[in-house]
């Protein structure tokens, strides 16, 4: 004889079955309703569709069917071609503006590279002529000039071998290999340069006491008559003038000591009216004349480029100036020699 299941057993079999049943239930109306769902959207766009073209001359009327699925899918496959052309197009444009603007910037760049080209030969004719000066320089101080050897090739410290190079290379590596060249015979000249610096500071005693500048700075300054034969102003007859008159148009500008040496006379002459006479080492005096006023005494030392008076137009003078001497002993020489006067007459 078989066994009774309790009573609370028998409940819990029984909400099993329904949970059962009504989870089955569930699953299936979900299922019909989504089927329904579906079925419904397959026959909206499976609606056929008439499209009819009528032309308003008497040509026959074209007309085509579709369904609603192949309506939408054409609006969309239109709207997407009509924005990939839309997107395209922008793109080439912006692409064609980039492409305009790298063009301008290659064609600016290559003006500057030739301009570039340009102030480099520019550059090597300078760097010839100051070789050529340098080496005639060097030549008559009797310096001589070392070797250098730069890290390209071996040469001289002239620029020979530089413009002698053979055209191995071109384009920029070309330029590139001529500036180091130069670069290097730059660095070789400093020795020289620094040489010919020692030799100037060591005889920058001789340089001041010798007559080696102008008596007068100013930007009106000229030569009214240089040194030798010329026509006397106020007779009208050849005659030699032993100086340079030295013109600014005006009264008053500063006079300097051409050189170190010691004021011997400070004067008022007939002929040269105010003038002052200094006597300098080597047995060198130099005279200047027609002055408007004195600013030294006899006796007095004075050093180059020390004011010793102002331009005037005292004495035998047709107007304001300088009349500048340059004696050696006895003999007059022409102070041009001395210093390097490149004024208008």
Known sequence: ????????????????????????KSFSSFFKSVGGLFVKLFRIFDRKLTIMIVPHSQNKVINFQTNVFALILGVFITVGVISSFFYFNRRSITANAEISSLMEQNRQTTA???????????????AKRFQSSLSQSLSLLGIQQTENKSSLASSNSDLSALFGTKEIATGSSREIADIKELTSYLEGA?????QIGKLLKIQQNLFSEIPSICPIKSPNLHVSMAFGPNIHPLRKQWYIHKGIDFSTWRSGDPVMATADGQVVTVAVDYSFGNMVVIKHNHGIYTRYAHLNSFRVKKGQLVEQGDIIGTVGNTGISTGPHLHYEVRIGSDVVDPAKYINIKLAN
Request: proline share 5%; charged share 35%.
């Open 1 to 24: 004889m078989g066994k009774i299941l309790p009573k609370t057993q028998k409940t819990v079999k029984k909400f099993e079955k329904r949970f059962a049943s009504n989870v089955t």
């Open 112 to 126: 500057s590279l030739d301009k570039l080209r340009d102030e480099n030969a520019n550059l090597f004719q300078a």
């Open 190 to 194: 400093v020795e020289p340069i620094e």
